[in-house]
Nanobody, 112 residues
Framework: QVQLVESGGGLVQPGGSLRLSCAASGFTFSSSGMSWVRQAPGKGLEWVSFIDTIGDRSSYADSVKGRFTISRDNAKNTVALQMNSLKPEDTAVYYC?????WGKGTPVNVSS
């Protein structure tokens, strides 16, 4: 079965950095575009970023463009999200997503 396991979240001060990782299994990872999606406290889901099957193309929400970078390693079946210049409004649970499949998420708290 499809499994997505996120890690790397935590508490960070504004302006700091975190690197999230998602370990995927149960499907042909190298044939699948992958997304990161987040949910801030009390708010709905917000798409953050997408990367294509080989990592040639990526896209970002305007709210994170220039600060976040998505990448993937098809040899390790992982997708990462490097988050720099973090802001309090980036506080959310971050999920790895493909089609209807979701991980359990990893929480990110940006606070001084």
């Amino acid at each position: 079965q499809v499994q997505l396991v996120e890690s790397g979240g935590g508490l960070v001060q504004p302006g700091g950095s975190l690197r999230l990782s998602c370990a995927a299994s149960g499907f042909t990872f190298s044939s699948s575009g992958m997304s990161w999606v987040r949910q801030a406290p009390g708010k709905g889901l917000e798409w953050v970023s997408f990367i294509d099957t080989i990592g040639d193309r990526s896209s970002y929400a305007d709210s994170v463009k220039g600060r976040f970078t998505i990448s993937r390693d098809n040899a390790k079946n992982t997708v990462a999200l490097q988050m720099n210049s973090l802001k309090p409004e980036d506080t959310a649970v971050y999920y790895c997503n493909i089609l209807q499949y979701w991980g359990k998420g990893t929480p990110v708290n940006v606070s001084s």
